[in-house]
């Protein structure tokens, strides 16, 4: 180890990776106090990546900044620990830290980039799985084949893609080899071989896939021009590909070749076809990637698509482990980085939500603000990201239910800002009519579907007048008094169904009762459909395809059936009641007997005459017939 003029260690840490940064210095100055934060203090103020080490000396972090000093020393402040669990334990496990600094934002974005990937740290952003993705690969080689491959080899070859599919890859692959037939043989042609005839043509010469440049059947020339069509397809660029088998068409036909000339127009009808099912917006779109990212509990989604000149070439959706908490700028700015290693390049423009926290070299970010094309695109992609986390979902509920229902409750409590996982949620509705038969409903959901045994009904007891809000306190404060008197287990969320009015009604059954900090509590208007957290003038608004909203409008809408239902059937009783006391000689007593006998008022009175009779007595009888009471 080196020492400076002071006695202080210096340390080297790993060495940037095999890529040309125009680094300063990479060491870190050792404080026999072994005091971490004094040492987070001695960072420069310049721009760098910084590692955080265990005790162990393996990096668990590796992060970017602007300013080594200000970002470093920000990780030991108090107020930004509360805001994660992860955040805290990451901190507790910080042994030591390595820095190198460079100069610039987006030196540090890629050396932080190329850290990632080479030392996987437990707490940064990264791919949630393995997985590679087919891409469709143009080897290089002498006469080069064209395949699927799930493996990127850096060897001047040309890779498209990845794919999402593999039946997508499959067609599209097939379709160019429709086009223009190459050899599929791992044979090492060369000119040396070629010439000599070592080899003889196959089977596939026979079938028409191949034209057999093994044997010399088909120029270097001839074969090159098919791969450059082919690459041009696989980039998007088809009216380029367009334009020169129409051409090749017509000189075939001027040439009065006109099987060939038919073969050109065959593959122009392909193109056509092709074109048309993959045409997504309008060409004058131009070239364009598109990323649509969503965030949900610890795991982000991000959608990526790109457009050649109004088509669709490829997308595919990446699954990211997000553990501190990371922004959806952050998230948005790792996965466009991982799609450019991926693809070899970006597009000079990428439409995306909004704009991540760093630049790209030659690419213009574009945030659609009205409808339109781009808009369109943007809206596919989110569509598409909706979906596959729909899908996943799905198939980790058939082999992991308890993993999924994990997730979702992290997202849950994510979305809503709460302290703990909302198992047990509770939600209250209130109906009357003009102030008329005024009750509620309270539903009850553990681990996100209903617990209908614990549902409960309320009569309105306090209240006379028609007061939503009075009513609201009422009810929450009798719901939460008897769990606490009984000892019962209280909710870890209550959902109202009304704005900031009826929400603040609730809350003051909550402070009365001291419960304010033990349950979360939000309210869910029902017009646009807003999200009202306590304290907050401002509401939340929620993507109307998020697991959240849904989740929480299913419980808003049990908890409306549920009240609705039992308010009809009080004031059915009510008109049912009514319309038999009112008749002369009819009691309260004759009422309740014929109600428990026949049930409703329809049933009596097709009961006729004497069966009532036998019932509740001949006066009684007579009188209902004196009323013109049965059918």
Known sequence: MEKNSRGEVKEKCYPPPERNFKTYTYFIMHYPSNDIQQKAESLPNLPGVYQFLDASGTVIYVGKAKNLKKRVASYFFENRQQESGKLRLL???????????????????????????????????????????????????????????????????????????????????????????????????????????????????????????????????????????????????LASVKESVKASMLQASNNLQFELANEFKEKLHLLLDFQAKSTVVNSSVGNVDVFYIVKEGN?????????????????????????????????????????????????????????????????????????GDRQKLLAMAENNCRAYIAQRLEQLESVNPEVALEQRLETLMHDLNLKTLPRHIECFDNSNTQGQNPVAACVVFKNVKPSKKDYRHFLIKTVNSPDDYASMEEVVYRRYKRLLDRGEKLPQLVVIDGGKGQLNAALKALKRLNLRRKISIVGLAKRLEEVFLPNDPTPLYLNKNSFTLK????????????????????????????????????????????????????????????????EVGLRQAKALRRAEFFV
């Open 91 to 237: 901190v507790s496990k910080i042994a030591d830290i390595f820095f190198t600094v460079v100069t610039s934002e987006g030196e540090a974005f890629l050396l932080e980039n190329t850290y990632i990937k080479k030392l996987q740290p437990r707490y940064n952003i990264n791919l949630k799985d393995d997985k590679t993705y087919p891409s469709i690969c143009i080897k290089k080689e002498l006469f080069p084949r064209v395949f699927l491959t799930r493996k990127i080899i850096r060897d001047g070859s040309k890779y498209y893609g990845p794919y999402s599919s593999v039946r997508t890859a499959r067609f599209l692959l097939d379709f160019v080899r429709q086009l223009y037939p190459l050899r599929i043989c791992g044979l090492k042609l060369t000119t040396e071989n070629i010439t000599s005839g070592k080899f003889k043509p196959c089977l596939q010469l026979q079938m028409g896939n191949c034209k057999a440049p093994c044997a010399g059947l088909q120029s270097l020339e001839s074969y090159n021009d098919g791969v450059n069509l082919i690459g041009s397809i696989l980039k998007g660029n």
């Open 299 to 371: 795991l982000a989604y991000c959608s990526f698509m790109r457009v050649a000149a109004g088509t669709l070439v490829y997308s595919y959706t990446m699954e990211l482990n997000a553990p501190l908490n990371e922004t959806l700028q952050e998230l948005l700015s790792f996965a466009i980085a991982r799609i450019k290693d991926l693809t070899e390049g970006l597009n000079e423009k990428i439409i995306v939500p909004y704009k991540p926290d760093v630049e790209f070299e030659g690419v213009t970010f574009v945030i659609p603000t009205s409808r």
């Open 551 to 614: 989740l929480l409008m299913h419980i808003r809408d049990e908890a409306h059936r549920f009240g609705i239902t039992f308010h009809r059937k009080r004031r059915s009783d009510k008109m049912l009641d009514h319309a038999l006391e009112h008749i002369p000689g009819i009691g309260e007593a004759s009422v309740n007997k014929l109600l428990a006998h026949y049930k409703t008022i329809a049933q009596i009175k097709a009961a006729g005459y004497r069966n009532v009779a036998q």
